[in-house]
């Protein structure tokens, strides 16, 4: 049975449990949700989770399956929802982000710079966003490289007043970064 097509009558086998149809539904598309998952996650054992997942997903909910539905068109909206909780999950981990930037550095140079400028460009939309003294305070310090109390002397203001600034816009930019880190990832993902 396997490598037939997955009809509306084997979809209709599907509900009903039956194996042979399950097999043949693993064997025409496990590849393709693998390839799918890979183009997300860009790790091979994740990716292959998520395969498993997939079809255990499919073979669980096989009673709500449509018999006229596009069988493809199912598995690819739940690996690719499976693909992107497992690649928000792996945002958070150490690991996967060193190996995603390992895996960056061995791609083209020019992708990195793309990136690079577009990471250096959203977070000149956060400092921007700023109130005029916590931008002034941060270019003067991350940018010039003065220290506070080269800065409270420049400005006429108290070095105490400085790390208030800077303390301020840091955790703005964290908050702001941290939210779109997931984003961030996947956008990354996806590029790659």
Same mark, same amino acid.
């Given at each position: 049975?396997?490598?037939?097509?997955?009809?509306?009558?084997?979809?209709?086998?599907?509900?009903?449990?039956?194996?042979?149809?399950?097999?043949? @539904?693993? #064997?025409?598309?496990?590849?393709? $949700?693998?390839?799918?998952?890979?183009?997300?996650?860009?790790?091979?054992?994740?990716? &292959? #989770?998520?395969?498993?997942?997939?079809?255990? *997903?499919?073979?669980?909910?096989?009673?709500?399956?449509?018999?006229?539905?596009?069988?493809? /068109?199912?598995? %690819?909206? $739940?690996?690719?929802?499976?693909?992107?909780?497992? @690649?928000?999950?792996?945002?958070?981990? *150490?690991?996967?982000?060193?190996?995603?930037?390992?895996?960056?550095? #061995?791609?083209?140079?020019? &992708?990195? &710079?793309?990136?690079?400028?577009?990471?250096? *460009?959203?977070?000149?939309?956060?400092?921007?966003? /700023?109130?005029?003294?916590?931008?002034?305070?941060?270019?003067?310090?991350?940018?010039?490289?003065?220290?506070?109390?080269?800065?409270? #002397?420049?400005?006429?203001?108290?070095?105490?007043? $400085?790390?208030?600034?800077?303390?301020?816009? /840091?955790?703005? @930019?964290?908050?702001? @970064?941290? %939210?779109?880190?997931?984003? %961030?990832?996947?956008?990354?993902?996806? /590029?790659?």
């Amino acid at each position: 049975m396997s490598n037939k097509p997955i009809d509306g009558n084997s979809i209709k086998q599907l509900i009903e449990g039956n194996e042979d149809v399950f097999t043949s @539904l693993y #064997e025409s598309y496990s590849e393709k $949700v693998y390839r799918l998952a890979f183009r997300f996650l860009k790790d091979k054992a994740l990716s &292959e #989770e998520v395969v498993q997942e997939t079809f255990i *997903n499919v073979w669980l909910s096989r009673e709500k399956l449509d018999p006229e539905g596009n069988m493809w /068109l199912y598995l %690819y909206v $739940v690996a690719k929802r499976l693909a992107l909780n497992s @690649l928000r999950q792996a945002c958070k981990s *150490n690991d996967f982000v060193e190996n995603l930037l390992n895996f960056m550095e #061995e791609q083209n140079s020019t &992708e990195e &710079e793309v990136l690079a400028r577009d990471l250096e *460009n959203f977070t000149g939309k956060i400092i921007e966003k /700023l109130p005029r003294q916590q931008q002034l305070v941060f270019k003067l310090s991350r940018v010039e490289g003065l220290s506070y109390k080269e800065i409270a #002397e420049q400005l006429n203001i108290s070095p105490n007043t $400085v790390k208030n600034h800077m303390v301020e816009a /840091l955790k703005t @930019l964290r908050s702001q @970064l941290r %939210y779109s880190d997931i984003i %961030y990832c996947i956008v990354l993902a996806y /590029l790659i």
